[in-house]
């Protein structure tokens, strides 16, 4: 996953969110699993395929490999697909992602402009992988 830039959700001008940071919402939890608002933010980033997990990503079909590893390591749920943004799209990938707590939000949104990534290893006869930013 490469080229992270913020995206600003036309939904975001609805009084049912609250700009608290650039970037940065507060809003009912869409799914009810949380006690009080979430905080949620949309970013926009491209799949690159010759990396481990992402070969046969694109829009339409963004892999778990390393999605799920960014969802772990940021303390994330997906809250918004952008199925529209994501068909009519060749290349770019749209997600917004929420949190209870405005830190998780806040170290995502550090990935701005940087790439983040799986890279296999193995250990004991068995796959692995870890996850890079740079």
Do not use: H
Not at 7 to 13: D, G
Not at 37 to 60: C, K
Request: glycine share 8%; hydrophobic share 30%; net charge negative.
């Amino acid at each position: 996953m490469k080229n992270f830039c913020s995206y600003k959700a036309e939904k975001y001008s609805e009084d049912k969110y609250k700009e608290i940071e650039d970037g940065i919402y507060q809003t009912a939890d869409p799914f009810g699993m949380n006690d009080g608002d979430i905080y949620v933010t949309s970013l926009t980033f491209e799949l690159e395929n010759d990396r481990y997990g992402e070969e046969d990503g694109s829009p339409r079909f963004i892999p778990q490999v390393p999605l799920e590893g960014l969802l772990d390591e940021f303390g994330l749920f997906v809250t918004d697909f952008y199925e529209d943004l994501n068909n009519a799209c060749e290349t770019v990938c749209y997600q917004e992602f929420g949190s209870p707590e405005i830190e998780d939000i806040r170290k995502l949104r550090t990935l701005i402009g940087k790439k983040f990534y799986a890279k296999p290893y193995e250990e004991d006869g068995e796959e692995y992988y870890k996850l890079v930013t740079e």
